[in-house]
């Protein structure tokens, strides 16, 4: 699939969405199916302000991004990872991460219910 942009989140903002009703499947991904992926999307937004996240991103998936706390609105047109720390901790910033500090999660979402 070609055409879309890739969004990268570090968490999952229900308020993104214009559904009142929606379903959402989170799958755990491999680095290298997030990468097989950026390197199809027409763009790919980053939505995370970590800066040592971005930066092992950046090293990672060969790419440019800059951290970022905008906001995140959905299309139909996106598809989603969510990128977050296994173990964050509250106030502290972590200087280097390593791929062994990340959860990586595709996110499908669907309007309506799956019930």
């Known amino acids: 699939m070609t055409g879309y942009n890739l969004v990268l989140l570090n968490a999952f903002p229900v ?8 379903t959402v499947a989170f799958m755990r991904e491999e680095v290298s199916n997030l990468a ?3 390197v199809l999307a027409e763009s790919v937004k980053c939505f995370i302000r970590h800066p040592a996240t971005v930066e092992l991103l950046n090293t990672l ?4 991004l800059e951290p970022s706390s905008e906001l995140y609105r959905y299309s139909t047109n996106d598809i ?4 977050t720390l296994k173990s964050p901790e509250r106030g502290k910033e972590t ?3 390593s791929l062994d500090d ?7 979402v669907a309007e309506g219910s799956w019930l």
């Open 102 to 108: 990340l959860l990586i999660y595709r996110v499908i």
């Open 80 to 83: 989603i990872y969510i990128i």
């Open 15 to 22: 308020n993104a969405f214009p559904y009142d009703i929606f």
């Open 61 to 64: 998936l060969k790419v440019k």
């Open 95 to 97: 200087a280097k991460l």
């Open 36 to 38: 097989k992926d950026v």
